[in-house]
């Protein structure tokens, strides 16, 4: 069984701040870990994912995640904040097997104040 | 071109009545999945294929139901709608990939509403 858990539901932060977004998980096998992004009105679009290879994982719009097996944390950093980054971010958990699913967890709404 | 496309991209229909959901992919996987969106609960799985065979329920298929009519559709019915099927519905598209990781490609989105 697998489990995500997204410590906040909004996130506030100025423009030109750090931004970031916690996300745990629990997982029976070795997972595969996620962080899409949903700007409203819109699809899911992938940020990054981790899928047992580099701990810290790069993504698009100078976002990054560290897995932490230790802490079974999966966080998304931003250095800066950029107004365009005010949207809905889903930290998203799948075990390394071939016939799996997505777990997801209920959302992060992250705001971005000029 | 969008590479997963969702028809119809809003629909607002009637208590009891039937509606039908589709789903098609130009990526050439083999998996589809259908998902729905409600506030404050991110994305929960209703069903999902594997390969044209294949149906499986997700975690929350009581009242819906699927055809996989070929690799690259998949779709979505609800037999009698009622209100708290109002949601914003999901479809997505995987291949298990060289990394194993099942990721997984959104379409738009589908905004129904049961009145």
């Known amino acids: 069984a697998q489990s995500v858990t997204q410590l906040d539901s909004h996130v506030s932060v100025s423009e030109g701040t750090p931004v970031l977004l916690r996300c745990n998980y629990s997982s029976s096998y070795s997972p595969s870990l996620f962080w899409y992004v949903q700007h409203p009105n819109k699809g899911l679009q992938l940020l990054l994912k981790?899928?047992?290879?580099?701990?810290l994982v790069k993504g698009i719009n100078g976002f990054e995640a560290e897995f932490k097996k230790s802490e079974t944390s999966f966080h998304l950093t931003k250095p800066s904040a950029h107004m365009s980054d005010a949207a809905e971010y889903f930290c998203v958990v799948s075990p390394n097997s071939g016939y799996s699913t997505l777990t997801f967890g209920k959302g992060t709404m992250l705001l971005v104040s000029p | 071109d969008a590479d997963v496309t969702q028809t119809p991209r809003n629909r607002i229909t009637k208590t009891g009545k039937r509606i039908m959901l589709e789903c098609s992919q130009t990526k050439g996987h083999d998996r589809m999945y259908w998902y729905r969106q409600d506030p404050g609960l991110g994305l929960r799985l209703i069903y999902y294929?594997?390969?044209?065979?294949?149906?499986n329920k997700g975690e929350i298929s009581d009242g819906y139901s699927v055809s996989r009519q070929a690799q690259a559709k998949f779709s979505l019915s609800l037999e009698s709608a009622i209100p708290n099927q109002t949601a914003l519905y999901f479809c997505?598209?995987?291949?298990?990939?060289?990394?194993?990781?099942?990721?997984?490609?959104f379409g738009p989105g589908t905004r129904l509403t049961v009145l």
């Open positions: 294929s594997f390969d044209v065979k294949d149906i």
């Open positions: 981790y899928t047992s290879a580099a701990t």
């Open positions: 997505a598209t995987s291949d298990l990939g060289r990394d194993q990781s099942n990721e997984q490609f």
